[in-house]
């Protein structure tokens, strides 16, 4: 891993244990971003000359006062003219987030302004004896908070989507690194923007035990310039590694799902839908998904059961072959169907549904 000494500007490289306490920076990429290779060979008076300084001096500031030595950003701290580099990186994004003292959120679009009211107030603390009038009171400051960053191009990206997740301390600038607020304070308005969990953001929840369709719905609207990209941003979310193939387009979205059938027998995955003008334009559908789109409804899907008792399921050559569990999973439908159990339930407003509302897939079986 490759970090900045924020008193030298200096990059240097270290492995494992003997990897020092950093800030990391996320932010959305934009014209004149310094690369590896510009901030080791160019001058500091060269690099400040590019657009793309400004965050990195700013990161390197941010940290070097709250007596950090050392900072990641990833414009300059990858080699991207290395596939190998590259593909370890990426593979290990999810986890230098996690591992950061302090990650720094830059929204470049975000006028300026006070810190953010709502996440100043601690109307949460005394939650028991607000009035009907506080309430409406406190979210009107909400809807407020809300208006204020949804507009923002950080909360559409696919790469940011981990960046959010990871860090345990995160902390949101303005366009003039102004600090609005903490997301440990602002999880409510986040949440809202989202469709995330605060108790996800908060970490009090752990990626593992939410249903595979759900963490998916999270990067339903969210986009990345290159196709293959919307995958291995999604990497950490499911703790699965990849080998990056840029130029295989869409399929790269085919891989991650067989890599997620690999490492977990979560039957949510097969719980995606599509809307009402894919469905008029093709009329048969595989069993996976064609991308992230797909799982745009799916917020609220939640586990009935345990994954591990779960039917089955591994991916071959011929197609997905299930192993129906004793007494349950894949049953014999109307003449030429077999029906699988996806053993979730869907809630609205937290109220889970009856076991027997349990979404299921159908197969249809034909003889030649």
Aim: proline share 3%.
């Amino acid at each position: 891993m490759r970090v900045i000494n924020t008193k030298t500007f200096k990059i240097e490289e270290f492995h494992g244990s003997n990897i020092p306490r950093y800030a990391i920076l996320s932010h959305t990429w934009e014209e004149e971003e310094v690369s590896f290779q510009q901030f080791t060979q160019l001058s500091r008076g060269e690099m400040e000359k590019l657009k793309g300084f400004s965050k990195i001096n700013n990161t390197c500031r941010l940290a070097l006062d709250s007596g950090i030595e050392w900072a990641w950003v990833d414009t300059c701290c990858i080699d991207k003219t290395s596939s190998a580099e590259l593909t370890e990186a990426i593979n290990s994004m999810f986890r230098w987030y996690s591992d950061a003292e302090v990650c720094y959120a830059w929204l470049s679009d975000l006028e300026t302004g006070g810190k953010t009211a709502y996440a100043e107030s601690k109307w949460k603390d005394n939650a028991s004896k607000e009035t009907e009038e506080q309430a409406a009171e406190q979210g009107r400051a909400l809807d407020k908070e809300v208006k204020k960053y949804a507009h923002c191009r950080w909360f559409t990206r696919g790469w940011t989507l981990q960046e959010l997740i990871a860090p345990a301390r995160l902390g949101f600038y303005n366009r003039n690194w102004e600090l609005q607020g903490e997301k440990s304070h602002m999880s409510a308005v986040l949440a809202t923007i989202t469709g995330i969990s605060e108790l996800v953001l908060l970490g009090e929840d752990s990626l593992a035990s939410l249903s595979v369709a759900q963490r998916m719905s999270w990067a339903a609207k969210r986009e990345t310039t290159r196709t293959e990209d919307m995958v291995y941003c999604l990497l950490g979310i499911f703790d699965v590694q990849l080998p990056l193939l840029y130029g295989e387009g869409s399929k790269a979205f085919t891989r991650l799902q067989d890599e997620i059938i690999r490492a977990t027998n979560d039957l949510s995955l097969f719980a995606w839908r599509v809307d009402a003008n894919q469905a008029r334009s093709q009329k048969h559908w595989g069993i996976l998904a064609p991308s992230p789109r797909e799982f745009a409804d799916c917020a609220s899907i939640d586990l009935w059961v345990d994954p591990m008792l779960n039917s089955e399921c591994v991916m071959t050559s011929k197609g997905l072959r299930v192993t129906p569990v004793p007494g349950g999973g894949l049953r014999l439908g109307e003449v030429g169907t077999y029906v699988m159990n996806l053993e979730y339930f869907q809630h609205a407003k937290h109220i889970p549904l009856h076991r027997n509302a349990s979404p299921r897939i159908m197969a249809h079986h034909e003889t030649f």
